[in-house]
């Protein structure tokens, strides 16, 4: 059974950090690509980040030069760093698992809460 369990989320100023993890259970880690998507309130779920096996990322463009994507292949996890937060990065983060190196999303975490505010 795959399961994606998130920690690190919760409230921060506006120019704050947080780190976010995924530990991650049930299927080949190494073998998959994974991902960060957001969903804001009163919005569809958002792609943040990805990252293939091998390291390679992809980032939205709102998040680019401030958030990183990183894994531990030999951990079964994945990190997303957020640097200089903004109001409109507030949203409920999901962590994302495909089997496959280049295969869409198949599996998703229970979320983390990000509140960024004053």
């Known amino acids: 059974q795959v399961q994606l369990v998130e920690s690190g989320g919760g409230l921060v100023q506006p120019g704050g950090s947080l780190r976010l993890s995924c530990a991650a259970s049930?299927?080949?880690?190494?073998?998959?690509?994974m991902g960060w998507y957001r969903r804001a309130p009163g919005s569809e779920r958002r792609l943040v980040a990805l990252i293939t096996p091998g390291g390679r990322t992809t980032y939205a463009d709102s998040v680019k030069g401030r958030f990183t994507v990183s894994r531990d292949n030999g951990k079964n996890t994945v990190s997303l760093q957020m640097d200089s937060l903004k109001p409109e990065d507030t949203a409920v983060y999901y962590c994302?698992?495909?089997?496959?190196?280049?295969?869409?999303?198949?599996?998703w975490g229970q979320g983390t809460q990000v509140t960024v505010s004053s």
């Open positions: 994302s698992a495909a089997r496959t190196p280049w295969g869409a999303a198949e599996y």
């Open positions: 049930g299927f080949i880690f190494s073998n998959g690509r």
